[in-house]
Nanobody, 132 residues
Framework: QVHLVESGGGSVQAGGSLRLSCTAS????????MGWFRQAPGKEREGVAS?????????VYADSVKGRFTISKDNATRTLYLQMNDLKPEDTGMYYC????????????????????????WGQGTQVTVLS
């Protein structure tokens, strides 16, 4: 069963914008944490942004994207979004959405590989290429 499907990737000039979407199954939408991650060629997967799906919807961002990217969610359509503005060539990579249905750590952290390992459902990814 496919739980998460990303869309919205593409090629864009530096300084441009893209909005990624991730449609979730009913089961994965019940996750406590939801996030966006990316992996550039030859590099490890890294956390980009996360959102606590609970009442307060606390968000966490990687330092490299703060002020440029915004994570949000729409419960009516079970869709997770990542609005990406002022894109830079170093933002190039495969972007994945993921959910954590049973987090061990409060606050939906995304800073370490251990944090990423907690996410138990992953989409197939959507490619983002930023041209200089």
């Amino acid at each position: 069963q496919v739980h998460l499907v990303e869309s919205g990737g593409g090629s864009v000039q530096a300084g441009g914008s893209l909005r990624l979407s991730c449609t979730a199954s009913e089961y994965t939408w019940k996750a406590y944490c939801m996030g966006w991650f990316r992996q550039a060629p030859g590099k490890e997967r890294e956390g980009v942004a996360s959102i606590d799906a609970g009442f307060d919807r606390t968000t966490v961002y990687a330092d490299s994207v703060k002020g440029r990217f915004t994570i949000s969610k729409d419960n009516a359509t079970r869709t997770l979004y990542l609005q990406m503005n002022d894109l830079k060539p170093e933002d190039t990579g495969m972007y994945y959405c993921a959910t954590d249905t049973a987090p061990l750590t409060v606050g939906c952290p995304i800073a370490t590989s251990t944090d990423l390992d907690e996410y138990n459902y992953w989409g197939q990814g959507t490619q983002v290429t930023v041209l200089s």
